[in-house]
């Protein structure tokens, strides 16, 4: 049997991991961060301080859409349309329970209203958009805006928007037992997924307010935030 020489056995070592293991490592390279990454992440919110929400009052609403916040049209509302949403809280609720069972009406009502005044009427369950498997020149089709798109609202528009409706309730003190807090935030290896979120204020407990799933002028999920982050990490959050 023919010995090898040393040389010739790091050489082959060498074209082993160049061919073989190297792209494993480059394709299992996401998942290896997920997984070493501090799970404090878990609760920020990596799109603070950009566009989307950051009401300012009933006259300057920013409302999101088209996939990443890519369109935002600025929304004032009547009174009589704020009413709407005011009476969603009377009687004043007696207990957090309660309070949430109001906010999910109040919200889910907030978004028709945005509806009303924006293409978000548009918007389909998840991202079922009816031309999401067009191309970018086939969607545009003359216009400055992708038809696929317009109205369409994927899980970063919706938290975004939900957070803006929340927000602009709790500083009107509608809530009793609730403050609106920064988006909900789950990952796993294939995708990530956001969503509104409050927390009630005597025992910290935060709740997601997630309006991703039905389309326009459905009510949106309040599922405790540790229940709703709590998925498979190697099948996806989109569920």
């Known amino acids: 049997m023919t010995r090898l020489s040393a040389t010739t056995t790091l050489r082959r070592w060498q074209a082993y991991i160049s061919v073989r293991i190297a792209p494993a ?9 997920a997984l070493f990454t501090p799970a404090a992440v878990s609760l920020a919110d990596p799109r603070a301080g950009e ?15 088209g996939f990443g916040c890519r369109y935002k049209d600025i929304v004032s509302i009547s009174a009589d349309e704020w009413n709407q949403i005011k009476a969603f ?8 329970d309660e309070e949430r069972r ?3 009406k109040a919200a889910g009502w907030f978004e028709v209203i945005m509806g009303h005044h924006t293409p978000i009427y548009l918007d ?21 805006r992708d038809t696929g798109t317009i109205g369409q609202l994927d ?22 037992f609730h403050k609106a807090v920064e988006r909900a935030y789950r990952r796993s290896a294939v995708d990530q997924h956001f969503a ?10 935060r709740w997601a307010v997630d309006s991703w799933f039905y389309g326009y002028g459905n009510l949106p999920v309040v ?3 540790k229940e709703w982050s709590d998925v498979p990490f190697l099948f996806g959050t989109s569920w």
Request: hydrophobic share 35%.
């Open 25 to 33: 490592l480059v394709l299992m390279l996401p998942v290896l961060v």
């Open 51 to 65: 566009s989307g929400a950051n009401p300012g009052g009933l006259d300057d609403i920013p409302v999101c859409h």
């Open 89 to 96: 809280f009377q009687p004043p609720a007696t207990s957090p």
């Open 102 to 104: 109001q906010i999910r």
């Open 124 to 144: 389909q369950p998840k991202d079922n958009y009816p031309d999401r498997f067009k191309s970018a020149s086939e969607q545009r089709a003359g216009t400055s």
């Open 155 to 176: 899980c970063v528009d919706d938290s975004l928007n939900m957070t803006t409706y929340l927000t602009l309730m709790d500083k009107a003190g509608l809530f009793k």
């Open 196 to 205: 509104g979120q409050i927390e009630e204020i005597d025992t910290g407990q």
């Open 223 to 225: 599922e405790a935030t």
